[in-house]
Every structure is written in C-alpha cells, then in structure tokens.
C-alpha cells in the first residue's frame, strides 16, 4: 500500500544519508526482510557486523544481536530499532551467576551461547551459535566444558560429539514449547514430509528429527534436498526465506505457536525512526567490551 511505499522510500533515503548498513534475522517481519541489505543467521549476522563498512548498523533482531555487532565493531553506532526486543533466554544467565558456577567447576571452559549478555561473554572463554557449536566444543579437546544458557543446544552437542558437557537450565520459551506429539501429529497430517528442526527445541524434539540445524542450517538444507515437503520445527518468521529460495517446495509449521514476540517488534516504521533519530543506540563499556571481544573473536577464528 501507499504507506509502505512511502516508509521504504523514506528508509531508502535516510540508509544512503547516514551510510547505513540493515541486517536482519530470518525471523524478523517479512517486510524487514525485504528492506534489508543482508538476512542471515546469528552467525552469519555477527560476520557481516564484524566486516562492514558503514558508518552505521540497524540491527533488525533482538538485543544481544545488536550488542554483538557493538562489541565486534565498536566505532560503528549500532541502532536497535526497538529497545525493549530482547531474548529471554538470553537473560537466564547473569555475569555473577555464571561466576559463582565458575568457581565450583574450576578449569571449565565456558562455551556461551551467543544468546546472552555482553557482561556474560566477558566472563566465557569462547562463543558459539547453533551453526558452529558442535565445531567450537570440538577444538576445545578435552577440556571440561560448561555451556551456557541454552540447556537444550548443549545437551544436543553433548550427544553429537559424545561427550559430557556441564549444561545451564537455560532455554529459548519459543522453541521449548514445541513438543514431540507436535512432531507425530504433523507427520500423520503431512506423511512423507522431512522434519528439520532447530536445536533449541527439546531432547524429545530433536530425536523425531530428519535434520537438525540453525536457520541457515534448515533453508540449506531444504533448497539441496530432493524433497519437497518440509514440516519445520523453529521459529515462523523463517518460512518468508524458505519460500523464496524453495519455489515449488512446501513448507508447513510443525506448531502454530512457534513464533519469537520480540523479534516481532521491529517495524518499518520504528527502522525509519531509528535512522531519522540515529537512536536507540546499543552501546557496551569499554571494560566489558575489551573482555567479551575475546571470546567472540575466539569464535570467528574456529570458522
Ligand atoms: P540461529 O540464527 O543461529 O539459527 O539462531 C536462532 C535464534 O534463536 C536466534 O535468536
Ligand atoms: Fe531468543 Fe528464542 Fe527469540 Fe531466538 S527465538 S531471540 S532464542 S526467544
């Protein structure tokens, strides 16, 4: 409609003044997909934030992403186009928590979910997302690991690589929702369709899987399989680029209840707001900052 045309005019015009660069996840709205200048996964994102040059990033997402992007990229203004989209998994770990659980399993390396606060990363070895998790707990040898927040991704590496993994009842509530009746029901309804599924979900979950990955994980998986029905077992807002790059393919919701409300709380207008006003602003201190780097950097390097 008329009004849309005019916002992504608007956010056209304002993204050439301020020199600004818009990343989005896949699970932001449809219309913040097709205005961005690059979709992607949280590490996928976290790369481009590292390597761009704009002046600015308007972080389509929820909030850790955009501290992320703040802490690898610190002479960049990272803009959150609504400040209170956070990730409440995120918040189920908390720097002096964490600390204290440190001091009774002395000599573990903390793997942290990239889902989690500049504070927490400052006080973690190594970062990981759902793509690179199995590979990041691997070049830690032997080592003890503990792995924070997401109780379901480390219970989910732990058995990929076989290993014993100290794990934190951290969960993402979007994803832990889903449940393995929910799995045998859309088979029944949709029989023969490939079930991919996030590792956020539950133990229970990601056993009924065909496929388990990040979103990057699950599109790509889609678009190479020779398949073409597809029950999807992670956040809704990924069927927009499924759709897209798997024409012909269908794709059906392994629950309708698997969608992220902060992540739904970026509009096209709250992205022309944010560039108009060059706020919200997320910023991380220095001191945080110089601490979390390290195992961001860590992170980026194991790629
Ligand atoms: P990925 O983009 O790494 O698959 O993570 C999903 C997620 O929940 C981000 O909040
Ligand atoms: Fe956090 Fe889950 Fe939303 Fe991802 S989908 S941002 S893990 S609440």
């Known amino acids: 409609d008329e009004r849309k045309d005019q916002l992504i005019n608007d956010i056209n015009a304002l993204r050439k003044q301020r020199k600004a660069v818009i990343l989005a996840h896949y699970y932001q709205p449809r219309d913040i997909q097709d205005i961005a200048d690059f979709v992607g996964d949280s590490l996928q994102l976290a790369q481009q934030a ?31 186009p609504e400040p209170s989209a956070g990730c409440p998994m995120a918040d189920m770990v908390e720097a002096n928590r964490l600390k204290e659980a440190k001091t009774k399993l002395p000599g573990a390396k903390v793997v942290c979910y990239v889902n989690s606060s500049a504070e927490v990363k400052a006080v973690s070895d190594i970062c990981c997302t759902s793509s690179n998790a199995e590979k990041i707990v691997q070049s830690l040898g032997k080592e003890e690991i503990l792995f924070v927040p997401d109780g379901n991704l480390g219970g989910y590496i732990a058995a990929k690589t076989n290993r014993k993994i100290n794990l934190w009842p951290g969960f993402c509530p979007t994803h832990h929702r889903l449940a393995r009746e929910d799995i045998l029901k859309a088979r029944e309804e949709h029989q023969g369709a490939k079930v991919l599924v996030h590792p956020e979900c539950r133990e229970e979950v990601w056993r009924e899987a065909d496929y388990v990955g990040s979103t990057a994980g699950i599109i790509k998986y889609a678009e190479n399989s020779t398949d073409t029905e597809f029950i999807i077992g992670t956040e809704c807002g990924i069927l927009h680029e499924l759709t897209k790059r798997c024409p012909g393919k269908q794709f059906y919701m392994a629950s309708a209840h698997m969608i992220c409300p902060n992540m739904k709380k970026i509009s096209l207008q709250k992205v022309k707001d944010t560039l108009s006003n060059m706020a919200p602003v997320v910023t991380v201190s220095k001191e945080i900052r110089e601490k979390a780097v390290c195992a961001l950097e860590r992170m980026l390097a194991v790629q």
Not at 56 to 77: D, N, Q, R, W
């Open 50 to 80: 590292a390597r761009t040059d704009a002046d600015v990033i308007v972080f389509c997402g929820v909030h850790f992403m955009a501290e992320s992007a703040a802490i690898l990229s610190p002479e960049k203004t990272v803009l959150l």
